[in-house]
């Protein structure tokens, strides 16, 4: 993104890819280190969802090096094609109908629904080309209590919610049960590619 624009200059503005309309900038992941910040908040219309992505979300990420210029009208004109945001798209992970870029989620703390704070996300783990897993840091007060090693692989299906505010990410499951999962056992048995 041009260094001319900031965050509070584009909230609220449409987003056009030539003429069409694909969505309106709600805002921005807030963290003390620019680089983890590298999109920005799209909610996305209906039928641009429909057509573009596998599977509709309300919310979507915005890189923020696709902006090219603001329109006369006010608009934020994308510097590439439908297809390539539908590339970009691609490359994200699903959480309650939103899809997030990794750049979103990276240094997370992650917690479990009973409010223990795992750890924090480090990075992903693909599986032939989609997002299955995040991996976490743990604490080590964490690691005596489950017998945990110093980095766990937690299930992209695992993940409940974000908070904005607090900047974490919510399981759908305790972290006992997260630990006896199939899907969690599989990533974490070394049965994934990188």
């Given at each position: ?8 200059e584009?909230?609220?503005r449409?987003v ?5 309309l694909?969505g309106?900038?709600?805002?921005e992941?807030?963290h003390?280190?620019?680089e983890?910040?590298q ?5 996305v219309v209906d039928d641009?969802?429909g057509?573009?992505?596998?599977k509709?979300?309300?919310?979507a990420?915005?890189?923020k ?7 006369p009208?006010?608009?934020?004109k ?8 539908q590339?970009?798209?691609r ?5 309650n109908?939103?899809?997030?870029a ?14 223990i ?14 997002f ?6 743990t ?5 005596r209590?489950?017998?945990?090693p ?5 299930p ?7 908070t904005s ?9 305790s ?6 999962l199939p ?9 994934t590619e990188?």
């Amino acid at each position: 993104m041009n260094d001319e624009y900031r965050i509070q200059e584009l909230l609220q503005r449409e987003v056009y890819v030539g003429n069409t309309l694909v969505g309106i900038i709600t805002g921005e992941r807030s963290h003390p280190r620019d680089e983890f910040v590298q999109s920005m908040r799209l909610e996305v219309v209906d039928d641009v969802a429909g057509e573009f992505m596998r599977k509709p979300a309300d919310s979507a990420p915005l890189s923020k090096e696709l902006v090219h210029s603001i329109r006369p009208d006010g608009g934020v004109k994308l510097s590439k094609s439908m297809r390539e945001l539908q590339r970009r798209w691609r490359n994200t992970i699903r959480i309650n109908e939103q899809l997030w870029a990794p750049d979103e989620l990276l240094d997370r703390a992650v917690m479990d629904n009973d409010g223990i704070d795992l750890g924090n996300v480090v990075s992903f783990v693909k599986v032939k080309r989609t997002f299955r897993g995040i991996v976490v840091n743990t604490h080590a007060i964490l690691r005596r209590k489950y017998d945990l090693p110093e980095r766990i692989i937690v299930p992209v299906k695992q993940l409940a919610r974000t908070t904005s505010f607090l900047d974490e990410l919510i399981l759908r499951c305790s972290a006992s049960r997260l630990v006896t999962l199939p899907s969690y056992l599989a990533l974490n048995g070394g049965e994934t590619e990188e």
